[in-house]
């Protein structure tokens, strides 16, 4: 059995000066603009037996920055942008016989994007709009390992593929 996991973090904590050229002198200054990004990453692999192998992967992103950050745009109209991804893999294939091989795969994945207005000191307005994506895939293929001569490749493949997409403002 071997294992594999994986961290990576950022934090970037840089600012944006905002100058109206004196229209709303209250609302000039320099306003903080974080950057934060979390990756992970997760793996697993084994030899079950001499026939069978098994893999399973996860990995993740989920990052956060102002939108919309400009010289000239106040901090009231910035939006605050939320991603994150999550994704698994899952793989098991053996070998049936001498010459067959049976793979199956099982695939996942879920996008989800939030932002919200951000009020400066007043924090989040209730204007907020969250689009989720997710990606459900099973694949199966069994089919024969080598062809003697003359002789057809058996192969059935068979999958499902299941994509919801879900919205709101």
Same mark, same amino acid.
Not at 128 to 134: D, E
């Given at each position: 059995?071997?294992?594999?996991?994986?961290?990576?973090?950022?934090?970037?904590?840089t600012t944006q000066k905002v100058h109206t050229f004196g229209l709303f002198p209250e609302k000039e200054g320099v306003f903080p603009?974080?950057?934060?990004?979390?990756?992970?990453? &997760?793996? #697993?692999? &084994?030899?079950? %037996?001499? &026939?069978?192998?098994?893999?399973?992967?996860?990995?993740?992103?989920?990052? %956060?920055?102002?939108?919309?950050?400009?010289?000239?745009?106040?901090?009231?109209?910035?939006?605050?942008?939320?991603n994150q991804f999550n994704s698994i893999n899952v793989n098991n294939d053996g070998v049936l016989g001498g010459t067959k091989l049976?793979?199956?795969?099982?695939?996942?994945?879920?996008?989800?994007? &939030?932002?919200? #207005?951000?009020?400066?000191? =007043?924090?989040?307005?209730?204007?907020?709009?969250?689009?989720?994506?997710? #990606?459900?895939?099973?694949?199966?293929?069994?089919?024969?390992?080598?062809?003697?001569?003359?002789?057809?490749?058996?192969?059935?493949?068979?999958?499902?593929?299941?994509?919801?997409?879900?919205? =709101?403002?």
């Open positions: 059995m071997h294992f594999f996991a994986a961290y990576e973090g950022t934090q970037q904590d603009t974080p950057y934060r990004e979390t990756l992970v990453t &997760a793996k #697993v692999t &084994a030899n079950l %037996s001499p &026939a069978r192998y098994v893999s399973v992967r996860y990995g993740r992103n989920s990052n %956060s920055q102002p939108y919309g950050a400009a010289a000239q745009s106040t901090q009231d109209n910035w939006e605050m942008s939320r049976n793979e199956f795969i099982f695939q996942y994945a879920n996008f989800k994007i &939030a932002a919200g #207005v951000h009020g400066g000191t =007043h924090g989040y307005r209730k204007h907020r709009s969250t689009t989720r994506t997710s #990606v459900g895939e099973w694949r199966f293929k069994t089919g024969r390992l080598r062809q003697p001569v003359g002789e057809t490749v058996g192969l059935i493949r068979a999958g499902v593929r299941i994509l919801r997409k879900s919205g =709101h403002s």
